[in-house]
């Protein structure tokens, strides 16, 4: 498809199951990007991929979040021993390359409940 | 380092009014700066940018913002308010110098009264 795509789009679960969110963003984007927001809240962000780069993993809020970007494309974000606060919409973008004068395009989020 | 400010976090105007919502940054460089919206239980759109062309942007659904660089500030504005502008509306820039360039402000969010 054209723009960035995440599945699933919703998400419910356990409190303590792992879970993953997938997202494909644009192609040929370089960079990628994933946000939480919580009901009501702005977006906080997670973890920046851009290119062949190390990820920027500055705002994984524990060590139970992790990401990957495979092939320099797709990723996913996983959740291990999901908990109650874990729920939110999370959002992934890219833009064509990390740079100053490119938009960032955003997927639809993925909404995940912890129960 | 960047950062962004929204200056309200809610604004209420009157359908046929004007809109101001106000946004101010902070940067070491020449920041590029954004505006998304964020219609309930969708995803985020692009509004406009700033790239350090011309100083007003004009963006989609009749949005304009202006960059004052003295001010340090990129507030957005419309002419008159309507219905379907009803949002969150976020402001965003972009700088050089970290590896996550983007920042987000904490968000606004519209309503539009009858």
């Known amino acids: 498809g054209a723009g960035v795509s995440q599945s699933p789009s919703n998400k419910v679960t356990e409190k303590g199951k792992d879970v993953e969110l997938r997202c494909d963003p644009i192609?040929?984007?370089?960079?990628l990007y994933w946000y939480r927001q919580s009901l009501g809240q702005g977006l906080e962000f997670l973890i920046y991929?851009?290119?062949?780069?190390?990820?920027?993993k500055s705002g994984l809020p524990s060590d139970r979040f992790s990401a990957e970007r495979t092939g320099g494309s797709v990723s996913t974000l996983t959740i291990q021993r999901t908990q109650q606060e874990d729920s939110a919409v999370y959002l992934c973008?890219?833009?064509?390359?990390?740079?100053?004068?490119?938009?960032?395009?955003f997927g639809q989020g993925t909404r995940l409940t912890v129960v | 380092a960047q950062s962004v400010t929204q200056l309200d976090s809610h604004v209420s105007v009157s359908e046929g009014t004007p809109v101001l919502l106000r946004c101010n940054y902070s940067?070491?460089?020449?920041?590029?700066l954004f505006w998304y919206v964020q219609h309930p239980n969708k995803g985020l759109q692009l509004l406009l940018k700033y790239t350090s062309a011309a100083t007003l942007v004009k963006g989609i659904n009749g949005f304009e913002a202006e960059f004052k660089k003295s001010e340090t500030s990129f507030h957005l504005t419309k002419p008159s308010a309507h219905m379907s502008d009803a949002a969150e509306y976020f402001c965003v820039v972009r700088a050089p110098g970290n590896n996550n360039d983007m920042r987000f402000g904490a968000g606004t969010r519209l309503t539009v009264k009858p």
């Open positions: 991929f851009q290119g062949n780069s190390a990820p920027d």
């Open positions: 192609s040929g984007h370089t960079a």
């Open positions: 940067s070491s460089y020449s920041p590029s």
């Open positions: 973008a890219s833009s064509l390359y990390g740079g100053l004068n490119t938009e960032a395009f």
